[in-house]
């Protein structure tokens, strides 16, 4: 693709907003032509990357016939926090440099030569309740030092914001029955309450074949396991791309599908899920299907080390890992 088709261009980053803004980097860059519609997202958090994938998929309704590129990246080193606060300390060990570009494309003739088709994307931002807007947040702490400090409500808040988003996505890619059965227990919860104590819990396995999590950390990954029901496999890739890449932000979602890829488990037809959290808080999803058996690509974060996962981390000690033996690798 010549640089000068590509009429959109979404980058987002959190934390890092330089002047001249990084979307004026990738146009001095590239070169890009002087119409190029350019957006620079910035503090949206981890989940900016389906933001910016939603953005760009809007423009293109708009604009026919051209191209949008979206760049999620981040880099920590201009915020990396030197004080003494633990949860503010958290994020030092957690955050990690990571990026991805993506080319979307609204011509007809690309369809041949395109991986995925893009489907279905939702956002639910729960910022209205003060726990969901404070539990992540950047400020100073009591010696002045700045740093972004991880609330322990960090994983109910996730869970509750994702509950909200897969009531507004499961409609429309569940199959009738999983419907039919959420809507019977959910009537029933409303008339007679404390009788019935759990809504039905759909299986999304039925209409999705891979998913990407946010590699946000193993608490989130296992939250996210437990209220949808998946199973080790299903949630491998986010597990691994944690492990290898560390939480690389709004482009986390990006590794983990280059591992589907890398793994040689993206076949034609195949849905996968991306679901994204961040600051705010937030939690997007985009689902996408896969247009052709998926490759890996040429120069793929895993090409190196795909051979050495999934590895299996004793949960009593982060630093054993022993190779894990699995049968679908």
Partial sequence: VNPKDI??????????????????????????RSNVRSFNLGGMGCSAGVIAIDLAKD?????????????????????????????????????????????????????????YELVHTVRTHTGA???????????????????????????DVAGR???KNIATLGPLILPLSEKLLFFVTFMAKKLFKDKVKHYYVPDFKLAIDHFCIHAGGRAVID????????????????????????????????????YIEAKGRMKKGNKVWQIALG??????????????????????????????????IDSDSAKSETRAQNGRS
Wanted: aromatic fraction near 8%.
């Fill in 7 to 32: 009429g959109i261009l979404v980058v987002n980053s959190s934390m890092f907003n330089p002047t001249p803004s990084l979307s004026a980097m990738v146009v001095n860059t590239f070169k890009l």
């Fill in 59 to 115: 423009l293109l309704h708009v604009h026919k016939n051209t191209y949008a590129l979206v760049v999620s990246t981040e880099n920590i080193t201009y915020n990396i926090y030197a004080g003494d606060n633990r949860s503010m300390m958290v994020s030092n060990c957690l955050f990690r440099v990571g990026g991805a570009a993506i080319l979307l494309s609204n011509k007809p003739r690309d369809r041949r030569r395109s991986k």
């Fill in 129 to 155: 309740d003060d726990k969901s807007f404070r539990c992540v947040q950047q400020g100073d702490d009591e010696n002045g030092k700045t740093g972004v400090s991880l609330s322990k409500d960090i994983t």
């Fill in 161 to 163: 914001t994702v509950k």
């Fill in 223 to 258: 939250v996210l396991e437990k209220n949808l029901g998946l199973a080790p496999i299903d949630v491998e890739a986010s597990r691994s791309t944690l492990h290898r890449f560390g939480n690389t932000s709004s482009s986390s979602i990006w590794y983990e599908l280059a």
């Fill in 279 to 312: 600051s705010g808080f937030k939690c997007n999803s985009a689902v996408w299907v896969a247009l052709s058996n998926v490759k890996a690509s040429t120069n793929s974060p895993w090409e190196h080390c795909i051979d050495r996962y999934p590895v299996k």
